[in-house]
């Protein structure tokens, strides 16, 4: 089942239109001294002048969604919605399957700075009407100031609630720029 | 010894009353598989059959089905339904059978037809069955089958299941031995019907205020249809230790067909 996982940000109907709406909007980098949710751009390389002053950016987040489904409900899952945290912006992540065993999503966050994409890999759980997950994701691409951005092993979490088809997710980690 | 003896009358009883002979006998099982409606990217409700016989012959009495496992295709799955919204408690639906549930806790029905041995011909008698979603069991989501017959046996079992999911998604479930008469064997089933999904079913959700019956979403097919088809399969174990297995394919549509 992760095998169906697709990337996102790719012009596809959902997530095309979301892009439009989402460069109106500005991605907020809090101070992490301020605020128990982490939100920096740190320098990976040492800082000092010197052969390695060419320094690899890392974008560290803490977010937090609330998406509503778009379309029916069925095989997949369209889901769309905001994210607020350490930054902030609009957000479309599509399930393919949550079970107890495997399970996948891919998402598109989106800011006027540009966008990231990537792909989870999930298991969850089902208890009455809400399926909870968790697994681990990765970013893999972007566009605008994030074009080259990647990342392995970030968490990944939320619920899904049967009845409406609301989902809440969390992702943090952080990712090279 | 004094098992001995007690293991000996009742065989002689059995002998006496001419229940048919199926120790050693080989189980046979013939499974069934559909979809209504069969649309491909759609909510459906799977329809499962079992037909449990002796081998070599037509009315031979099969030894107690004591577990089932039903192997259902990895790509239906519970996420894009809303079946099984709440959770029946074991104890409620025992004290108040499925009116002790929730309303959108059930899952399906069905029916199974068990053969009652008394008398030189065993008695065939109809259980209804209902599907309620359960406790989870672990990460596993849980699922209580519920089964209740008149006469000539009457009787309320709950059969304990568990859905895995993943790859090789399966309904597992145990089946307790229901005794029929004192000194008799145990009740057999030899066939069961099984309907998991929206139809037939009525949830309630309360809109301004008022209450108002809905069809759930079922589960839903895939786009696409897998190669070869929906492949399901049964394994049963039966009380005399003996096992057997079935499978149905469930064709891809005409249109689709690989």
Avoid at chain 1, 114 to 143: E, Q, R
Avoid at chain 2, 58 to 83: C, K, Q, W, Y
Wanted: glycine share 14%.
């Amino acid at each position: 089942m992760g095998s169906k996982m697709k990337g996102m940000g790719d012009g596809g109907g959902l997530l095309h239109g979301l892009q439009g709406a989402m460069r109106r909007r500005m991605w907020l980098m809090i101070p992490a001294a301020t605020l128990g949710v982490i939100a920096a751009v740190v320098p990976s390389a040492p800082a000092h002048n010197g052969p390695s002053a060419v320094a690899a950016k890392t974008l560290v987040f803490n977010v937090n969604s609330n998406l509503r489904l778009v379309g029916r409900p069925g095989h997949v899952l369209n889901e769309k919605g905001t994210f607020t945290g350490s930054q902030s912006g609009t957000i479309a992540i599509r399930f393919t399957s949550v079970t107890s065993t495997s399970g996948g999503a891919t998402f598109a966050a989106y800011s006027s700075g540009g966008s990231i994409s990537g792909s989870t890999t999930t298991k969850g759980h089902v208890v009455g009407a809400k399926v909870y997950f968790t697994g681990v994701m990765s970013v893999t691409g972007g566009t605008g100031r994030y074009a080259h951005a990647s990342g392995r092993n970030l968490q990944f979490s939320g619920v899904v609630d049967r009845r409406t088809f609301h989902a809440t997710t969390h992702m943090q980690g952080s990712f090279h720029l | 010894m004094r098992c001995r003896w007690t293991l000996a009358a009742l065989l002689l009883a059995t002998m006496a009353l001419g229940w048919p002979a199926t120790a050693g006998a080989t189980q046979t099982v013939k499974l069934s598989a559909g979809f209504s409606p069969y649309r491909l990217g759609k909510s459906t409700t799977l329809k499962l059959g079992l037909e449990i016989g002796v081998a070599g012959t037509s009315d031979g009495l099969p030894s107690p089905v004591t577990r089932f496992e039903m192997h259902i295709p990895a790509n239906l799955e519970l996420i894009g339904s809303s079946l099984g919204l709440s959770i029946c408690h074991p104890t409620a639906l025992l004290a108040n059978g499925s009116e002790g549930c929730p309303t959108d806790a059930r899952l399906g029905f069905g029916s199974a037809q068990i053969k009652v041995p008394v008398g030189p011909e065993p008695v065939t008698e109809l259980a209804s069955i209902e599907a309620e979603m359960g406790p989870p069991v672990g990460e596993e989501i849980g699922v209580l089958l519920y089964a209740e017959a008149g006469s000539p046996v009457a009787a309320q079992l709950i059969f304990p299941g568990v859905l895995f999911g993943g790859a090789s998604q399966s309904l597992s479930t145990s089946v307790p031995l229901i005794p029929s008469l004192p000194g008799a064997p145990d009740i057999s089933m030899v066939s069961m019907k099984l309907s998991l999904g929206p139809e037939g079913l009525t949830y309630f959700k309360t809109v301004h205020g008022r209450t108002v019956g809905y069809h759930p979403e079922g589960v839903a097919l895939p786009g696409r249809c897998p190669r070869g088809g929906f492949r399901f399969a049964a394994d049963l174990a039966f009380a005399d230790g003996t096992t057997a297995s079935a499978s149905s394919t469930v064709p891809c549509p005409a249109s689709v067909r690989h």
